[in-house]
C-alpha cells in the first residue's frame, strides 16, 4: 500500500498486511504516531502515548487484532513521554525494549515534573506556552514502567513467526533512537527520527548523526514509513528531514564562522521551505543543538532556558 493511499485520520489503520499504524493529527505537541505489529498468536507494539487516557483509547481500539493477538513484545523508540509514559497500561508479561539511556531519561523528565511545571509560575512567556501545548494531557498520578530490555546493537524478534527487528540509531532526536523495521512489508516505524509536517526537535544530536541516521533508513529502502509526528510517509519523508538537518548544520556552520552566537542565528533565519511546517520555534533549539556539536565552546543551558528561548520564538 502505498503511503499517499493511507488517510492521515485518528485511529488505527492497517499499513501492510499485519501492519498498523495508531495515527494522531495533527502531529504537534504530543500527538504522536503508535504501531502494532501482528505475528501468529502474538503482535509487537511500538510506543505508547502520552498519557493514559489516550492509551487507553488506542489499546481498546487495538483489541481487534490483540484479542487473539496479545502483545507478547512493546518496544519505546525513545524516552519522551509521548512516546511511553502509557507502559503502566501494558500487561507485566509485556516485554519492554528500548535504546539506551532510556530508564535514566524517563526518570530525569517524569509525569511529575510535567504536572508540576503545568502548575507552576514560569512568566509571560514559558507558562502560557507550556500550558498551550501540554495542558490538554493528564501528567498526574502516572507510574512511570521503564524497559526491560535495552537494545544496543540491531535485534530480531521473533513475533509469532514474524521477524521484527529493532535497530538503534541514535544519538540523535534523544540520546536513545530505536527504529522499527518490518522486514517482510518493508515498513519502518521510525519514531521520532522523523516528523512529517512538523519541524523535527534536536533534544540530544548531534545533528550529524541523526541525518546519518536518516541515511540508514534510507538503506532499507522501506515502501511504507510511520514516522513519530504526522502522516505516513516513503522515503521522500526521510529525505525531507534529511535536508531539514542539513540545512541546519549549514545555517549553523555558517553563522558560527560569521561571529554570531546561536542565539542570534535563530534571531535572523530564514526557514525557507521550512518555515511551513509545524512548531518552528524548535529550530531555536535546534540550532543551539548544532553549535554544541560544532562548537565544544557553546555554553551548556537547562531545559527550562531551552523551552524559554523555544517560547519566546513560538508564532503562536
Ligand atoms: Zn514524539
Not at 507558562?127 to 512511570?144: A, E, I, K, M, Q
Request: glycine letters at 12%.
Amino acid at each position: 500500500m502505498t503511503a499517499s493511499a493511507i488517510p492521515y485520520r485518528k485511529g488505527l489503520h492497517e499499513v501492510a498486511r499485519g501492519v498498523h499504524a495508531w495515527l494522531a493529527p495533527d502531529g504537534g505537541w504530543g500527538l504522536s504516531n503508535a504501531g502494532l505489529i501482528a505475528g501468529d498468536g502474538a503482535a509487537l507494539l511500538v510506543d505508547t502515548l502520552f498519557d493514559l487516557p489516550m492509551t487507553r483509547e488506542m489499546l481498546a481500539a487495538m483489541a481487534v487484532v490483540t484479542e487473539r493477538r496479545p502483545v507478547r513484545y512493546a518496544v519505546n523508540t525513545h524516552a519522551n513521554g509521548d512516546h511511553c509514559f502509557g507502559n503502566s497500561l501494558l500487561s507485566p508479561g509485556t516485554v519492554i525494549h528500548a535504546g539506551p539511556h532510556f530508564d535514566d531519561d524517563l526518570h530525569e523528565v517524569p509525569p511529575a515534573l510535567l504536572a508540576q511545571l503545568m502548575t507552576a509560575e514560569l512568566g509571560p512567556v514559558l507558562g502560557p506556552y507550556l500550558r498551550r501545548n501540554f495542558g490538554r494531557y493528564t501528567f498526574t498520578d502516572v507510574p512511570v514502567r521503564g524497559a526491560d530490555v535495552t537494545v544496543t546493537g540491531p535485534l530480531t524478534l521473533d513475533v509469532g513467526g514474524r521477524a521484527v527487528e529493532i535497530l538503534p540509531l541514535g544519538p540523535a532526536h534523544t540520546r536513545g533512537d530505536v527504529v522499527v523495521w518490518v522486514p517482510d512489508t518493508r515498513t519502518l516505524f521510525a519514531g521520532d527520527l522523523l516528523f512529517i509536517g512538523g519541524t523535527p526537535m534536536i533534544w540530544s544530536g548531534p545533528p550529524g548523526n541523526w541525518i546519518a541516521a536518516c541515511d540508514r533508513m534510507l538503506a532499507l529502502d522501506p515502501v511504507t514509513v510511520v514516522p513519530g509526528h504526522g502522516p505516513v510517509t516513503g522515503p521522500a519523508g526521510i529525505r525531507q528531514v534529511r535536508d531539514y538537518l542539513s540545512f541546519l548544520l549549514g545555517y549553523a556552520r555558517s553563522s558560527l564562522a560569521a561571529g554570531r552566537s546561536w542565539r542570534e542565528a535563530a534571531a535572523e533565519v530564514d526557514l525557507g521551505p521550512y518555515a511551513a511546517w509545524g512548531e518552528s520555534e524548535r529550530t531555536v533549539a535546534n540550532l543551539y543543538a548544532a553549535y554544541r556539536s560544532l562548537d565544544p565552546a557553546t555554553a551548556e543551558i537547562s531545559l527550562l532556558e531551552l523551552l524559554t528561548a523555544m517560547a519566546g520564538a513560538d508564532p503562536g
